[in-house]
């Protein structure tokens, strides 16, 4: 009897045996297939966003750059629905930031066009001061 107890003491404090006492292996989270696209967008292109100069709504070399490697991608997932967001900077009227945003959203929207990419893919839109980012459009992979 004394042995029988020796051994399961030995067995439960065992490697193999703090295994076994583990929970059982959860299964790994579903991803959602936007999110999914997203991610191997953002990590193929590099980068999901242009700026602009204050108060200017025409492309950098720069920004056609980003917007080269972008129009890649989606014409390679062209059934991937993208938006543009544009925003408009801080100063002048709430009117005034709308339209620079419009016009950043379009501006963007009209070059991923002029490389290719299918017009029913692309939206634009603009976020004038409603959320602030001076500068910038960003391509986003929409649901």
């Known amino acids: 009897m004394r042995r029988s107890l020796l051994l ?6 065992s ?4 295994q076994l006492r583990q929970r059982p292996a959860q299964p790994a989270p579903v991803q959602n297939p936007i999110d999914v696209l997203r ?10 966003t242009v700026y602009f100069g204050p108060g ?5 070399p720069q920004g056609k750059s980003v917007l080269a490697a972008q129009a890649l991608w989606l014409r390679q997932h062209s059934a991937v629905p993208v938006r543009i967001e544009g925003y ?3 100063t002048g009227t709430r009117d005034h930031a709308l339209a620079l945003g419009a016009r950043r959203a379009n501006e963007v ?3 991923l066009l002029l490389m290719g990419v299918p017009a029913a893919q692309v939206t634009a839109m603009s976020w004038g001061k409603e959320r602030p980012g ?8 929409v649901q």
């Open 39 to 48: 991610a191997e967008f953002a990590a193929q292109v590099g980068a999901t």
């Open 134 to 141: 001076a500068g910038r459009a960003v391509t986003a992979i």
């Open 56 to 60: 200017v709504s025409q492309l950098s």
């Open 88 to 90: 408009g900077d801080t």
């Open 109 to 111: 929207r009209d070059y």
């Open 8 to 13: 399961l003491a030995v067995l439960a404090a």
């Open 15 to 18: 490697p193999a045996s703090a």
